[in-house]
């Protein structure tokens, strides 16, 4: 059973940077894809960021390229997202998402994974 758990968010101004965390456990590696979902209120849930289980391959919605990156560290099975150049529009709770193979890492498949974390929340002040 594949278990997430997110760490990072919190409250900047907008222009800051925060990274959030994701460490991950039953699953084997290079067997799963990652990704990161957001949602806010009365808004759908977005696929923010994609990364294949080995790396190879990354996918970011348009409304985050340039500015988040999506990376892991396989010694500690933990899935990372960089968010530089925040704005208010990013304000959402992030949720870790995994995907046994085969899979996509497009955003927009990202929130139906079948294992997701609880979330931490991301507040950008203007």
């Known amino acids: 059973q594949v278990q997430l758990v997110e760490s990072g968010g919190g409250s900047v101004q907008a222009g800051g940077s925060l990274r959030l965390s994701c460490t991950a456990s039953?699953?084997?590696?290079?067997?799963?894809?990652m990704g990161w979902f957001r949602q806010a209120p009365g808004k759908e849930r977005e696929g923010v960021a994609g990364?294949?289980?080995?790396?190879?391959?990354?996918d970011y919605a348009d409304s985050v390229k340039g500015r988040f990156t999506i990376s892991q560290d396989y010694a500690k099975n933990t899935l990372y997202l960089q968010m530089n150049s925040l704005k208010p529009e990013d304000t959402a709770m992030y949720h870790c998402?995994?995907?046994?193979?085969?899979?996509?890492?497009?955003?927009?498949?990202?929130?139906?994974?079948?294992?997701r974390g609880q979330g931490t929340q991301v507040t950008v002040s203007p």
């Open positions: 990364i294949s289980p080995r790396g190879s391959s990354t």
């Open positions: 039953g699953y084997t590696y290079g067997r799963v894809c």
């Open positions: 998402a995994a995907h046994p193979t085969p899979c996509t890492v497009l955003g927009g498949h990202i929130p139906l994974y079948n294992y």
